[in-house]
């Protein structure tokens, strides 16, 4: 640096420069004079330009500055102002060149004496601060000089450069602070303070340090390296050796005094590892005293760690790369700063204090005001002589020992050595020499040895040798390169001092392995160090947990050799001992130290053993020990959340390696179709389980053996595939990646390949995995000698038949995340995130997939002697003493493994070996199949026998997780033999979770005390779930009847939350699976289910799985005889009879369906009731309770829970179709039924204008539904039969729809309420609507501009039973309901198929509306009179045309034709005249027939009456009987509909007109007898005039008809009609008008022609046979077994789509989508079954079609016969919101399981769990997927019912297309649809031309864009018709 400063320094003219240099030798001059001209000379040379002036006049330089320094000393002892002490550093400026430019001469003790004068009055005590730290700098360069040749005198000076460090009287001196100069004269004398010393700048008043010993004690520390590199000497070597005489010195006495406790003999070749043992803070007091000593030994450790400390730069590089783990930011900060604070105050530094923080600061202002220049070599100098000696690495690992054994109060000293470590830990491409392993680095020539320093002077002195000086400065090796130079021998350091032991060679490579052992026993010692203090406490705290962190590092991160990883595991069983030793139990508290350290110790622990089994083998010793010291430490709840977090990671590694499943990306969840949406929208997978995997205790179940090489700060791109790792420390090695893996081991979604930002986190990235398993792919091939292609031509998977482990090659495994994707995250607790002392430290692992598979074929002995089953807790046994292999435990493994080769051979017993994991005895690091068995295991027992567990908490904690472990097993095995692309069924899996391996704990928890409670719960719970299963293997009988043995004593214990957990975790499904005698426990869980009802509690019992049991029950009766079961609370077994059963089973529901307050319970039990009833009527058996259930429904409508009063309606309609057996078991029942709904919704209809909830409305229209149903079932008799207080039962049910059209009021409100109170007792139910609680509210969240979904109900099912009841189904079956006739059929004259224009220019229709909820359209056709019948007319003669009238209204649309009717059959055809003729009966010449009979007066009268069934024909007939009374009668009779008022006939004689009266009448009845006689007596006086002219009057002429022309209006027929009907009558003119014609007119007609009238379902059903469990093989099934073909038989009656005309539900009628369906249709319901065998399947086509029908059903029924329950999925669709499955028993029964999605509510009446038999299984299903369908409907956004879509068309029609027209125009229209094409419109006031007149009448139709209107000639008013021909008006 000197020499650059040289070129900006003001330079002296050369002549002025020469001048002083001879001025400087004057002595002539005086000494100033000569002073100020060396100082110019000084300032204008060169340091080799000094030096060789220096050596030339070095006796004038001397005298000039001993003359000034006395001049100096002499004044400032008179007066020491600012000039005199510039002067004085001026003199010390020359005395420092004199030393450093002078060393040959010196060292030769060139004025020996005159300097060492000098040197003590400047270390005289009496000076200042600043005066005797530059004493003692400038002795230190005058001692290091002299080196050997130094006085005893100079050595002793050395030993008392420090006051207050060392031993002698003159230490008390040195140290005062008070004593002046001359007290200090007089008072004492030595080397420093002799009599004539005295003090050259007393430092009076002056404030001095805390602490002066550490104050001098950094100076000297710092001054021994920095003025090393002062020294110009001619050999630059010489620094180094002066350094090394410096180092000697100190280590000699003063190291010895700051460590008393130094071992000499420490070794760290070859060290003592004896683990430590327990300290207290007592006894290390005295190691604390004197405080002024202790402070320096931390200046002494930050000193010493700065030369070893890798990172150079402070920049806080290393706090962001590696932050920690365990400890808060704060803590962060405070552990950073000692790391820091070692590279800071140092030469080669740039900070300027020694400082650790504001918290740690020790040096006080004086201490930082020394300001350092940034120097460079010094700093290597001091490495190369610490690193490149045995001796003082030995001194430094020694140093750092004492560090790990001083006291809390030496916790800065610990920090700086825990960062040390660290440091070095974390540079594996930087370790320091001593680290490096003996092979690494080849020993380098050594130099030429020196007999001794004179001759290294000598030599070195020439000339020549300057260069190469130079060069030598340059070339000293420094720690960043001491990796790569030669390491020095003991030949060139033997010449400097004793460091070669002996004159052997000094090989200072030690090795990474005696580090870490070194480090891992001696840093033990923080954790042993037991304290009171708090504060100490808090500090201690903070040093486990780094100290903890560098663990974890080394674990994770280092490879680590066998004894290293004992030791370590010996380690942390010790400190696990030492600090929690004590068990928190019986109130006793833990001390902050094990509140805070117990979660990050047991998490080290176990993680480490893990780690460790999987890179060495750990004997059995050691395992017995760590079984011992858990289990004894298992009242620490800490230890349990740890092997729970364990066991879950555990778990997830069985899975992965045994079973070869991912939990997080299982074959289930990928088989959806929403998530394969996602995986083709996304081109890379999302990383999963972000805030889980990162931590400690989750990274070491990646598949990767730690690397020492693991991180570097370049990065090559990385190529997959590239690098292949060639086994277990293979030859191959991966280059540096900087691709970071996400958490879970899957590629991140950017798949950056470029290096972090080292401002967010500086990630360290691995350059080496030398060690990591190979791909599955690459061992295969290694194994077998084969090339992969050959490997997958040949085998698929080769599977090992004599040994437990497979090995799969196929592509799945080949394509996983490659082991070379490593994974960089950050090492920290999952479980200590909200524990503020936790920070965090950087690691990185990569994840090997491997696919090996392995099994414990072993069965151990039982722990419990309830159980043969095999315990947890057995697997820790160990065998080390096996002679032939090392593995842990081979009897209890049993893992033969061997390979088989291309040709079936065996490979050699070397490759059987290279496959097994060190576990097995083999050499595989890394997690395979056979230790990831093993390692679960033995953690699973690793806590002993879990019911000795003291803590109540902690055994619960325990049972929880082992609950957890279960549910995983079970997902497990759910995922098992899944296909991966759901296109074929894989066979069943060879190995199965060990579901059954906790139950001898379980069984054992069952006994213990009640203070075990929590746990005895768990325990019943995971034997529930673990027996009521489907199991792969039968459970053994033993197994059973211990389960069958704990439910019977658990439920007599009548323990109310025992019978919670059995009644819940068994529920309907311990009866449905197939266990051996379940029915034994039939009495038992009656009462359990009666315990559980009779509760108080509604939230914790499960009254839901309760009733679910207890319903399930309900076939059991009729289908069993007398069972065998034991009795309650005792082993005896009785006999129970079905009778008995029955009875006890509907007892209990009809009781819950009363009283039950939970409303999912209340639906159950109204379900079960409806499987009961629904039970009694198939097999007419009718129970006595059958009436009593009925009554329980029809009380269960009124229910506040509206889902409840909604099942109660469903379960009713669904009854309706045995009303003949409910009519034959009780004949009133029915009536009464209809009555009771009836009543009960009529009181739910609100008041009008009151509006009522969407969900109000729902039930209020599903309770008139029901109604019409069981109207429309029941006989047409019952429904008209009255009473004399009672009206029919047609008459209420169109009373309460009309009340539901128009609404209540007040009074017909009261009067339901009261009707309804009359016929179910409240008292008998609870939670019943109050009667008189007001109906509907005024917040309706109806929208506006809506229908009312009620009235709209209530329109459609008036005309429904108006149209249909008593006639349904009609003749073309109950698939047809309207008509199919359209307007444009059976005309000729168009030429269209389907609704068009052309029907608008037709002359023969015309379409109206009526009282704007009715279409009317009229039709003239041609009779067809030549059809067989004679078509419509039946033969009868008739007019030539027929009138056709289609009308359409909310329940379809219907035909009626009329004709004219002319004459009977039989007259004669063609001639009018002719049956005139035949009509009166008349031939030629025949006589006349008189107007009246001769004798009719005197006609016999009898009372003979018809019978009201007998039609009243002409010819039989008397004269006195009333044909028309008579036939009114018998319309009435035969139809009763007809009837104008229900109940009264049609034969009443009419009232009085209104306004008549009695003497009006008598007055006409007076004239019309009077009438009568007169004419009697003409006719008596005439009658015998014949041949008279009177007798010509009495006789009638006959007339005969003209021949008339068949020229009838085209419309005549149907203005006829129109007529006849009153529909022209000006009443009806409001209620009858035309439509507007137009395109938009036929298309909302083609829409209500296509809707349909009904309600409509398609429900697909699927049959899934045995081992059938993917799309493809389920969809191909043609047929079916025969128990399937009568269920679908039972569905409904199969039609023929081809000539099927009800509804399709999208099958074709082409044969596509196959030949039949069965299908099931009521006068409101249609449902067709899309059955999966009626389908084709032959082709892709057919394939796709059939999905395509089945997919987009939303309820499907599956009929599964596969010994795995169906899972949703298999069916890929969004679809199938609900699944009804059904699954055949062994007993005959069937199962039957309700999936259904979240968003569907309940529904009935099936529940999941349903047990029934074969004759109820069609109907009940039918009915619940058709009521599944209606709810999941309902919660379509925006669905509107099939009549409220209709009404709201036909609201379109009537608002957009009626045409509203005068009078005159609709008579027009009516007239004459079209006008002819020869009429005239002449307009009267104006002449019009033709084209104008031909235009349309209504100008906004025909101006609209979008509609195009035919051009309808119509006269307006004003306007004439004027026709050729004469038109008669009617």
């Known amino acids: 640096m000197s020499s650059v400063l040289d070129m900006f320094r003001t330079r002296t003219k050369e002549g002025e420069l020469k001048k002083s240099v001879l001025k400087v030798s004057d002595p002539k001059k005086d000494a100033l004079t000569r002073f100020k001209h060396l100082r110019i000379v000084l300032d204008n040379y060169s340091k080799l330009e000094a030096k060789d002036f220096f050596e030339a006049n070095y006796s004038h330089i001397y005298f000039i500055f001993n003359d000034n320094f006395s001049n100096v000393e002499a004044d400032l002892k008179q007066r020491a102002n600012r000039a005199h002490r510039e002067d004085l550093d001026a003199i010390l400026f020359v005395f420092e060149k004199i030393l450093t430019l002078l060393p040959e001469l010196i060292h030769k003790r060139w004025m020996f004496h005159s300097i060492g004068r000098i040197l003590k009055k400047l270390l005289h005590p009496g000076n200042g601060l600043k005066i005797r730290k530059d004493g003692i700098r400038l002795f230190l360069l005058w001692y290091q000089i002299l080196n050997e040749n130094a006085s005893e005198e100079c050595h002793e000076i050395f030993l008392q450069l420090v006051p207050g460090l060392g031993k002698g009287i003159h230490q008390e001196v040195l140290y005062g602070k008070s004593q002046s100069g001359a007290e200090s004269k007089e008072s004492c004398s030595g080397i420093i303070i002799s009599g004539d010393i005295t003090p050259i700048l007393p430092g009076s008043g002056e404030k001095l340090p805390d602490n002066i010993t550490k104050h001098y004690f950094d100076a000297l520390i710092y001054y021994m390296v920095s003025e090393v590199i002062k020294v110009e000497w001619k050999n630059k070597r010489m620094r180094e050796t002066c350094f090394v005489f410096l180092f000697d010195n100190f280590k000699s006495s003063y190291l010895m005094w700051l460590l008393p406790t130094f071992d000499k003999a420490g070794d760290i070749y070859n060290p003592r590892l004896d683990l430590p043992e327990s300290r207290q803070v007592s006894e290390l007091e005295s190691h604390d005293m004197p405080g002024n000593v202790s402070d320096c030994r931390y200046s002494f450790i930050k000193w010493l760690a700065h030369f ?72 290597d100098i001091v490495r190369s002589v610490l690193l490149t000696s045995r001796e003082n690495i030995n001194i430094i690992h020694e140093s750092f020992r004492q560090a790990f054994l001083f006291s809390l109060n030496q916790s800065k000293s610990i920090k700086t050595v825990i960062s040390v470590y660290k440091d070095w830990f974390q540079h594996a491409d930087q370790k320091p020499i001593f680290m490096q392993e003996p092979s690494d680095i080849g020993l380098g020539h050594a130099p030429d040895h020196h007999s001794s320093l004179s001759d290294i002077l000598e030599e070195d002195s020439s000339d020549e040798s300057a260069p190469q000086t130079k060069d030598l400065s340059k070339s000293l090796p420094s720690l960043d390169s001491i990796n790569n130079s030669r390491i020095r021998n003991a030949s060139y350091l033997g010449a400097i001092g004793d460091l070669a032991d002996g004159g052997r060679l000094n090989d200072v490579r030690a090795g990474i392995q005696k580090v870490l052992q070194v480090f891992i026993v001696n840093s033990a010692n923080v954790f042993l160090l037991q304290t009171d203090d708090e504060s100490a406490m808090s500090e201690q705290v903070d040093l486990c947990k780094k100290v903890i962190n560098i663990y974890r590092y080394l674990v994770m991160n280092i490879n680590m050799e066998q004894k290293t990883w004992e030791k370590m595991l010996q380690v942390l069983l010790c400190i696990t001992t030492g600090v929690l030793g004590d068990v928190p139990i019986f109130n006793r508290k833990p001390t902050d130290l094990q509140k805070r350290l117990a979660t990050p110790i047991f998490q080290t622990i176990i993680v480490t053993w ?98 020492d090489k693991a991180f570097t700060s370049n990065a090559v ?181 061997a390979a088989t080769t291309t040709d079936g051979g065996i490979e050699t017993k070397e490759c059987i070996n290279d ?143 025992i019978i919670n957990v059995l009644v819940k975790h068994c529920g309907p499904r311990f009866f449905s699976t197939p266990l051996q005698s379940s029915t034994l426990l039939l009495k038992n869980f009656i009462q359990a289910v009666e315990i559980v009802l009779s509760s108080s509690d509604l939230r914790q019992t499960p009254r839901s799985e309760a009733l679910s049991l207890i319903g399930s029950l309900m076939c059991f009766p009729n289908h069993y005889q007398d069972l065998q079961v034991l009795n309650v609370g005792e082993l005896s077994v009785e006999s129970l009879s079905s009778n008995t059963l029955k009875e006890c089973i509907i007892s209990q529901l009809l009781n819950s369906a009363k009283k039950e307050s939970a409303e999912t319970a209340r639906c159950i039990a109204l379900s079960s009731i409806g499987v009961y009833l629904y039970e009694e009527l198939c097999h007419q058996t009718l129970h006595s309770k059958l009436h009593e259930a009925v009554i329980v429904l029809l009380g269960n409508l009124r229910c506040k829970h509206k889902v409840a009063a909604k099942t109660a309606t469903a379960i009713l309609s669904m009854l309706c179709d045995h009303t003949d057996q409910l009519l034959n078991y009780h004949a009133a029942l029915p009536k009464h039924i209809i009555e009771v709904v009836t009543a009960t919704v009529s009181v739910l209809i609100p008041l009008t204008g009151i509006e009522v909830s969407q969900e109000e409305r729902k039930l209020i229209v599903a309770m008139l539904f029901c109604v019409v149903e069981w109207c429309m ?25 009309d009340v539901a059209v128009k609404g209540h009021s007040t009074e017909s409100l009261s009067q339901a309420r009261q009707l309804l109170a009359g016929m179910i007792q409240d008292s008998d139910f609870a939670h019943l609507r109050e009667l008189h609680s007001p109906v509907g509210d005024y917040k309706s969240d109806r929208k506006s501009g809506e229908s009312d979904s009620i009235q709209c109900a209530a329109k459609l099912l008036i005309n429904h039973m108006v149209n249909h009841m008593c006639h349904f189904p009609m003749g073309s079956g109950a698939s047809r309901l309207s008509s199919s006739i359209q307007e444009h059929h059976d005309m000729e004259e168009l030429e269209v198929n389907d609704l068009k224009q052309e029907i608008f220019y037709s002359s023969n229709i015309q379409f109206f509306v009526q009282n704007k909820r009715t279409l009317v359209s009229f039709i003239e056709l041609p009779a067809l009179v030549d059809l067989p019948g004679g078509g419509v007319t039946a033969g009868l003669t008739t007019a030539r045309t027929v009138c056709r009238v289609l009308l359409r209204d909310l329940t379809g649309k219907y035909a009626w034709e009329s004709s004219m009717l002319y004459a009977p059959p039989w007259c004669q055809e063609g001639s009018s005249v002719k049956n005139a003729k035949a009509l009166l009966d008349l031939s030629s010449g025949s006589e006349l027939e008189p107007l009246l009979s001769h004798d009719e007066h005197d006609a016999p009268l009898t009372d003979t009456e018809r019978p009201s069934s007998m039609m009243p024909l002409y010819n039989l007939s008397l004269p006195h009987q009333d044909n028309l009374n008579d036939m009114l009668r018998y319309i009435g009779h035969t139809s009763p509909e007809c009837h104008l008022i229900p109940g009264e006939p049609l034969n009443l004689e009419a009232g009085t007109p209104e306004g008549f009266s009695t003497e009006s009448e008598e007055a006409i009845k007076g004239m019309v007898i009077h009438q009568k006689v007169n004419e009697l007596q003409y006719y008596s006086k005439h009658k015998m005039d014949q041949g008279s ?31 006849q009907l009153g529909l022209l009558a000006w009443e009806q003119r409001c209620h009858f008008d035309l439509l507007r014609k137009s395109d938009k007119l036929l ?222 125009d609709f008579a027009a229209n009516v007239f004459a649809p079209v006008l002819p094409q020869n009429a005239t419109i002449m307009d009267q006031s104006q002449d019009l031309s033709f084209t104008a007149s031909m235009t349309s009448v209504d100008q906004s139709q025909s101006s609209a864009v979008d509609q195009v209107s035919p051009a309808m000639p119509r006269q307006s008013r004003g306007l004439q018709i004027h026709k050729r021909q004469h038109l008669d008006v009617f």
Request: one cysteine or more; glycine letters at 6%; hydrophobic letters at 30%.
């Open 308 to 379: 070893v400390f890798i990172s150079k730069q402070h920049d806080k590089a290393i706090e962001n790369q590696v932050p920690e783990t365990v400890g808060s930011e704060e803590d962060i900060t405070e552990t950073d700063q000692p790391m820091a604070a070692a590279a800071e105050n140092m030469p080669g530094s740039n900070a300027s204090t020694l400082s650790t923080g504001s918290h740690h600061s020790e040096l006080d202002s004086m201490t930082s005001s020394l300001c350092y220049e940034e120097w460079v070599d010094e700093n």
């Open 610 to 707: 893990i780690r460790a089994n999987l890179c060495v083998f750990v004997s059995g010793q050691l395992w017995d020990q760590f079984l011992g010291v858990l289990s004894s430490l298992s009242g620490w709840p800490e230890l349990i959340r740890q092997w729970a977090n364990t066991m879950d990671t555990l778990t997830r590694v069985l899975a992965k390696q045994v079973y070869g499943l991912d939990l997080t990306d299982l074959p289930l969840q990928r088989l959806t179709e929403q998530k394969e949406k996602r995986r083709r929208g996304k081109s890379q997978e999302i990383p999963r389980n972000k805030s889980n995997d990162k931590s400690f205790s989750r990274s070491w179940s990646k598949n990767e053996p730690p690397n």
């Open 717 to 897: 791109p990385f190529e997959r595939g590239k690098y292949k790792s060639d086994g277990a420390g293979g030859s191959k090695s991966r280059p540096d990646l900087n691709k970071q893996r996400s958490l879970s081991g899957e590629p991140s979604p950017s798949h950056s390949r470029q290096p972090s930002n080292a401002s967010d986190s500086a990630l360290y990235i691995r350059s080496n995995s030398d060690g990591n398993l190979a791909d599955p792919k690459d061992l295969v091939e290694r194994l077998k000698g084969v090339t992969s292609e050959e490997m997958r031509e040949k085998h698929d998977s080769t599977v090992i038949p004599a040994c437990t482990v497979s090995i799969s090659s196929t592509s799945e495994n080949i394509d996983s995340p490659a082991p070379e994707d490593l994974e960089v995250a950050k090492l920290s607790m999952r479980d200590l995130q909200s524990d503020p002392d936790v920070d965090s430290i950087s690691f990185e692992h990569s994840e090997q997939d491997t696919s090996y598979r392995c099994t414990d074929s072993r069965s151990p002995s039982p722990t419990s002697i309830h159980s043969r089953s095999p315990s947890p807790i057995s697997e820790l046994t160990v065998h080390p003493q096996q002679k032939d292999c090392p593995t842990p435990d081979r009897d209890s493994l049993h893992i033969e493994m």
């Open 915 to 1057: 496959m097994r994991s060190v576990l097995a005895g083999g050499s595989v690091q890394g997690w395979l199949p056979d230790n990831a068995v093993v390692l679960w295991k033995r953690m699973l027992g690793i806590l002993g026998d879990v019911n000795q567990i003291m803590d109540p908490e902690n055994h619960v904690m325990v049972y929880e997780e082992l609950s957890k472990i279960l549910d995983t097993l079970h997902k497990i095995r759910n995922n098992l033999g899944v296909t991966e692309d759901n296109t074929f069924s894989p066979p069943p899996p060879d190995f199965i979770p060990p579901t059954t391996i906790f139950t001898p704990w379980e069984f054992e928890c069952l006994s213990l005390p009640d203070d075990y409670k929590r746990g005895k719960l768990l325990a019943y719970q995971l034997l529930c779930q673990t027996v009521v299963k489907r199991h792969d293997v039968p459970l053994s009988t033993e197994l059973l009847s211990q389960f069958y043995m704990c439910l019977h004593t658990g439920i007599g214990t009548r323990d109310q939350e």
């Open 1273 to 1297: 079932k029941m006989p047409i008799s019952l429904l008209l039969e009255t009473t004399d207080t009672d009206r029919s039962c047609v008459f209420k049910v169109f009373q309460v729809l």
């Open 1589 to 1619: 002219l009177g007798f010509q009057k009495m006789l009638a002429k006959p007339q005969v008809p003209c021949e008339g022309e068949e020229t009838t209006p085209p419309f005549q027929m149907c203005r006829m009609m129109l007529d």
């Open 1643 to 1864: 298309r909302e007609l083609k829409n209500l022609d296509n809707q349909k009238c009904r309600e409509t379902h398609k429900i697909a059903v699927i049959y899934v046979a045995e081992g059938q469990e993917d799309k493809n093989s389920i969809l191909s099934n043609c047929g079916a077994s025969k128990a399937f073909e009568d269920f679908v038989a039972g569905l409904g009656w199969e039609v023929d789509l081809e000539t099927h005309q009800g509804f399709l539900g999208g099958l074709q009628q082409n044969r596509t989508t196959g030949n039949t369906a069965p299908y099931y249709a009521t006068s409101l319901t249609e449902c067709i079954f899309h059955v999966s065998t009626r389908m084709p399947s032959g082709t892709d086509d057919a394939m796709h079609i059939k999905m395509r029908h089945l997919g987009n059903d939303e309820i499907h029924i599956i009929w599964s016969e596969h010994t795995r329950d169906y899972r949703r999925g298999i069916i890929p669709t969004e679809f199938g919101d609900v699944l009804i499955i059904i699954y055949p028993l062994p007993s005959g029964l069937y199962r039957i399981e309700i999936n259904k999605k979240a968003e569907v509510p309940y529904f009935g009446p099936l529940f999941d769990g349903a047990i029934l038999d074969r004759k109820v299984l069609p109907g009940l299903v039918r009915a619940t997927a058709i009521n599944a369908s209606r709810v999941k409907r309902s919660l379509l956004p925006f669905y509107h019912s099939f009549y409220e879509e209709r009404a709201k068309n036909f609201e379109t029609v009537i608002q957009q297309h009626v045409d509203f027209t005068m009078f005159e």
